[in-house]
Structure formats: C-alpha cells, structure tokens
C-alpha cells in the first residue's frame, strides 16, 4: 500500500482491488465494454480524516496482454515465431486496460500518481497500454510512458515503460 496526499485534507491509499472495485466505478468509463482479462485490479481510496470513511476513488485494471499489438512489435526485440512470442508477453508484459477515476475526484492527479507507482511495482518488465484517447489526452505521456506513433493514423496510440531502462522518450514508427 502506498499513502500520498493532495490539497484535499485526508489521504490517499493505493491498494489492490477487485473486479468488484471496478464495476462499481465502469460507468465513468468512456469504453462500454469490460476489459478481456483481468491479470490485477488496483485501487485508490480516500481516506476523509474526520469520519475514516473510504470511499472509492480510481481504480486501474491491468490485463494479460493482447497477442496481437502492431506497437510492441515495433519496439520489443521478440522473435522465434508466435509461440514464442505468447510465451514473452504473458511472462513479460502486462497491460492497463483501464483507468477510470470517479468524477469527484478528478483533476487531482490520481490516474498520474498511479499509473507512475504501477509502473514501478508490477512484476513484469514491460507495462504497455493501447489508447484510443491517446492521441489527445497525454495521460500516459506525463506518467513517463513512452510512445510509439502508429503507422496508420486511425490506429490508437501506444504506451509502453520499461522497468529496466526507465526512460520515456518518443519513437516515431
């Protein structure tokens, strides 16, 4: 678990969560639909320092990755044919799925904050995220991600940090 505070006057504790957690925040999320998998879900809560109540601020799902992702393929050195390649991703990367935060606590910085802690704590080399939002909204950008700038143009944008090198420099692909 991780505290951190903003000008609000209690804290916040990022924790896991559960599929649960998730629903219960999905309607304030621009994509209709679940996530494909669910690898870990993440929570932010608020803790209100007058009552101790907790309320459920943001949550991160992080999925196994998709086989297919014209972005990783571009910049991670994978090789050997498919079977391979299942074998590096599903051992190797995971993927955040969603970021949703609850309007009440949005402008606070929150998805930032846990999009950079996730980054540093997962247990897999790579964590990469596939945006339709990305080309507009520089969330994953501020919170040290690389991006990779797809081909076609009507494809979305893709994210990418590595734990070992942590960098976030731009590719153009």
Known sequence: MRQFRTILPGHFEIERGSAQD????SRFHYAPTRPASFARVWKCVYVNPATHERMLASV???SWPARAAAGRRSV????GGPGNELRFINRHVRSISRVIVHPQFRS????????????KCCNTRYVESVARMGKIHP?????????????????????????RSQTSTRRDK
């Open 22 to 25: 998730y629903a219960r925040l």
């Open 60 to 62: 991160i799902v992080m």
């Open 76 to 79: 991670l050195p994978i090789s």
């Open 108 to 119: 606070l910085g929150l998805s930032i904050r846990m999009i950079r802690w996730l980054c």
């Open 139 to 163: 969330l994953f950008d501020r919170a040290g991600m690389m991006r990779v700038i797809p081909k076609d143009q009507k494809s979305p944008a893709y994210f990418l940090f590595d734990r």
